[in-house]
């Protein structure tokens, strides 16, 4: 058994492999009593597998088969993603990257270029910035409705995040264009595309209160679309539009 600490929360985790300590070492932690328990199965390693190659099918792709000990992890985020609402807590899909103290999430189907728009950042500022999590970061939701960004284990191919919360600025919406543009959107007109990139839990209470959490963000978190190319003043642009008040 291996005890986890995402987002202020101790997780108990059980039926691992020997290399599940490996991929989550900067998460582990030696607290005695966990806020919750999750166990992985053969059985769940087996339905990650199947659920690649629906997905492969669906997206006109060969379906590929993959490690057991990469199947697992895939498992255990889900597991821990369906409890985490219960903690005012809950998994997007994104980028997140801090800058002087504050975090700005990025968003975009698969394939527009978080990563890159990113990489930009940290290019254009320095020492300024750090990435929290280049793919599936927990935003915990606090009383007073603000949101603080976490760093998880799950952080893109290129493994970039840290154990560590930020508060969140924003929130971006990343689209290609031409040139680079960014516009502040409502909470109406940003929705649909946050709903599309947040985790939706099987269990009905979960998902309520996961969409309760991302009406919360949604009225107290800037919200931003921005169309961008690849040169770095795309990342100025970027910074500026949603820091300028």
Not at 217 to 234: F, H, I, Q, S, T
């Amino acid at each position: 058994m291996e005890i986890l600490r995402l987002a202020e929360r101790n997780i108990s985790i059980s039926g691992l492999s020997d290399s599940f300590p490996d991929f989550a070492r900067d998460y582990l932690c030696e607290a005695e009593t966990p806020d919750f328990s999750v166990n992985c199965t053969s059985e769940d390693i087996a339905r990650e597998q199947k659920k690649s190659e629906e997905e492969a099918v669906l997206e006109g792709i060969k379906p590929r088969l993959w490690p057991a000990p990469y199947l697992e992890t895939l498992a255990v985020y889900r597991k821990i993603a369906e409890k985490m609402p219960a903690y005012d807590t809950f998994l997007f899909h994104g980028s997140v990257i801090a800058v002087d103290g504050e975090a700005f999430l990025f968003t975009a189907k698969s394939g527009t270029g978080k990563s890159t728009h990113t990489r930009l950042w940290r290019e254009y500022f320095g020492d300024r910035v750090f990435m929290v999590n280049d793919d599936k970061p927990l935003l915990r939701v606090l009383p007073d409705g603000s949101v603080t960004a976490y760093g998880t284990p799950w952080n893109g191919k290129h493994h970039l995040s840290r154990n560590i919360g930020v508060p969140l600025k924003a929130v971006c919406i990343l689209t290609r264009d031409t040139y680079n543009h960014i516009e502040r959107l409502t909470a109406e007109e940003a929705y649909a595309s946050l709903y599309q990139q947040v985790y939706h839990p099987k269990e009905g209470e979960a998902l309520l209160k996961t969409l309760e959490l991302l009406d919360i963000l949604c009225k107290n978190v800037g919200l931003y679309r921005l169309g961008c190319n690849m040169d770095p003043e795309a990342a100025r642009v970027a910074y500026e539009g949603m820091t300028r008040g």
